[in-house]
């Protein structure tokens, strides 16, 4: 049962474009949620996150959007870059628990 | 700031032997987490430490088990493998309290099971 989902498994955007990468999940007592990226050969590098509180999160190029209600969440980069070309995944966990459990991912491609 | 370094980075074992994975977290972090993933299942929760105790544990079975060492360092080994435990096992330290969910990973150590 996939408590996390990421059900667009590759995305494609031309540089300088918004790319919009979208995660559900079906489990109410999550209440953090993050997004990670990752390259080939690396971990997953923390990008930004967002707690049930609030609905949306900024940091510089990328947003972080939450719908409770839908049980949605979206990344919005914006503008894209052809180094923003990774692994997204989202990730969910209850309260201040380590326990993450993660969607199974996007590859985004941004095309210069 | 030296990030989490996960040792050895690469390696290759047969099925029924057994296996250790090193994590060295970053100073001041003492809880240390796994994961495992596959390209099959993602990145699913293993286990996690805090204060050299196992403070959470994921859905697997008793072959693969962990430990937290008192400098924060944590080990984790998978016992008789089987070709399916073939996964990139990842390790990631937080702070506790506020900002405890976000997790910093290390580069993971890819094991391959023949």
């Known amino acids: 049962d996939q408590q996390v989902k990421q059900n667009s498994p590759s995305l494609s955007v031309q540089e300088g474009r918004i790319s919009i990468l979208n995660c559900d999940y079906t489990?109410?007592?999550?209440?953090?949620f993050l997004w990670y990226k990752k390259y080939p050969a690396e971990g997953p590098t923390f990008l930004i996150s967002?707690?049930?509180?609030?609905d949306k999160n900024e940091d510089g190029r990328f947003t972080v959007f939450l719908n409770k209600s839908a049980k949605h969440l979206s990344l919005h980069i914006v503008p894209s870059q052809p180094g923003d070309s990774a692994v997204y995944f989202c990730?969910?966990?209850?309260?201040?628990?380590?326990?993450?459990?993660f969607g199974s991912g996007t590859q985004l491609t941004v095309l210069p | 700031k030296a990030g989490v370094t996960q040792t050895p980075r690469y390696l290759i074992k047969t099925r029924g032997q057994q296996v250790t994975l090193s994590c060295s977290p970053i100073s001041g972090h003492r809880s240390v987490s796994w994961y495992q993933q596959t390209p099959g299942q993602g990145l699913q929760f293993l286990f996690e430490y805090f204060s050299e105790t196992q403070r959470n544990k994921g859905n697997f079975p008793g072959r693969f088990s962990g430990r937290q060492f008192s400098n924060s360092r944590s080990e984790m080994n998978v016992s008789t493998l089987e070709l399916g435990d073939s996964a990139l096992y990842l390790c990631?330290?937080?702070?506790?309290?506020?900002?405890?969910?976000?997790?910093?990973f290390g580069a993971g150590s890819r094991l391959t099971v023949l």
């Open positions: 990631a330290s937080s702070l506790d309290g506020i900002g405890a969910n976000v997790l910093t």
């Open positions: 489990n109410s007592m999550f209440d953090y």
């Open positions: 967002i707690s049930s509180i609030k």
């Open positions: 990730a969910a966990s209850k309260s201040s628990a380590r326990q993450l459990t």
